[in-house]
Every structure is written in structure tokens, then in C-alpha cells.
């Protein structure tokens, strides 16, 4: 399967920035990756950034709420974000989890939700430093798997990211080794949950990916992307990770 390379604007981003999309967009299309390439930039830029896409890269949300509309001022629908242009939704960001008190329940409720719309749900988990150091890195993501990934959802309908908090924006990653042996169990895992077709759900590595960590990054076993939050917001940075894609579809 194609690699999925996402950037994650996170609260980054004014009209003017959809003119860093706009070089991204025209170097794929003059550059064509060996990977799928998606932008989530936040939610008031989405139907521009789907106009400056060109269809060269997809587009998606951050966040949705799991119902489809009512009254719950300032959030938006899976199906608001369908409707805009989107492709993808991020759901159970650490920084959802952490700032939103978002549990493994809510961020089913939201995958649910962008499978009913219509979306692809990049659902992701990831330990704590402190339960790293504990040893139960391996637990904890377990866990987040049995919580966070709906049971029903069909297996086009997810993306899996694996970010390791103490990783995101900090300019740390685990060793190769600790990533390998990381995908391998969520494979493993969700291959118990959802059966064996779930050999090809994507499972995407966050947290400090960078130009001169993507290609290692990128080539170990079980990674089928990745998902990059600083290094998405400049095309310089951007389009060097996902060249570094692996040639595997
Ligand atoms: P980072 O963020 O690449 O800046 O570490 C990754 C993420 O939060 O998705």
C-alpha cells in the first residue's frame, strides 16, 4: 500500500499561508510522490486549501464532533467538514486528549462519526514519557486501541497514527528499533480487534519527524507514513519528508 504522508497544522495558519499549500500542491503535481499526501490545516482554511490543492493532495480536519449538528456552539461535524472539501479527520490528537480531556469513548464516537460522513479517521494514541519509562508503553497503546478504534468502522474508513507524547514537538523519537517493534505489536493488535483484513490499515509514525529522520523513519517495517506536525507548515521541510516515502505500492 502507498504511504500516507499528513501534515498536522495544528493552530497554524492565515489566508497567507495557503501560499506554502500552493507550492506543495504544484511540486507534487510536477514531482509526483510514491506516497498519498494529505494537509490538515485548521478549520477555517479548509475549503481554500481544497481550492489551492488542485486535487494534487487531499485535505483534513483536525477535529469533529460526533454528532452530525445541533447545539454545541464553536464545534463542527464530520459532515461540515465533508461538506467544506475534506478527505481525512485527525481524532484523538494527544493534544485533544490532554487540553479537551478527550477519552478513548469520545474518540471512537468521532471516528464513528467521520465514517458516517464519509472521512477517512486518522485515530491516534501514544504512550507518556512516564509510562514509557514505566514499561508499559506497550499496554497503554493496547489499550488505546481496544478504546479509540470502533469495532463496526470498515477498514478503508481508518489510519492509525502511533505518536509517542513525549515525541511530539519536542525534537525526540524513539530509536528505529523501539518504532519497529512498536508497529508490530499495533499491528498485532489490530489484527485481533478487527480481524485479519486489517493487515492493511495504515499505521503512520508522529512526533518530530523531520527532514533528516524521515527516510529511516519511513523505511521500517509496518510504517505506512507518517504524520508530521512542525516540519508540515513549511514546504522546504514538507516536501523532503515525503520524498523520502518508501516506494512500496
Ligand atoms: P511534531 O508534531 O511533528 O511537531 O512533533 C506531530 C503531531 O503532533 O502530529
Redesign the pocket.
Known sequence: MRQLIAG?W?MNGLGASLAELDVIANHVASHPPHADILICPPATLIARAVATAKECLAIGGQDCRAEISGAFTGDVSAEMLKDAGAAFVIVG???RRQYHQETDATVAAKANAAHRAGLVAIVCIGETEAERNAGKALDVVARQIEGSVPQQAPISSIVI?Y?PVW????GRTPTSSEIAEMHAHLRKRLIARLGAHAKDVRLLY????KPSNAREILALPEVGGA?????SLKASDFQPIFEAAARNS
Open positions: 498536522n495544528k490528537h494527544s493534544e497514527a505518536e515525541a511530539i514537538g519536542t508522529g512526533g518530530s519527524v504524520l508530521v506536525g512542525g516540519a
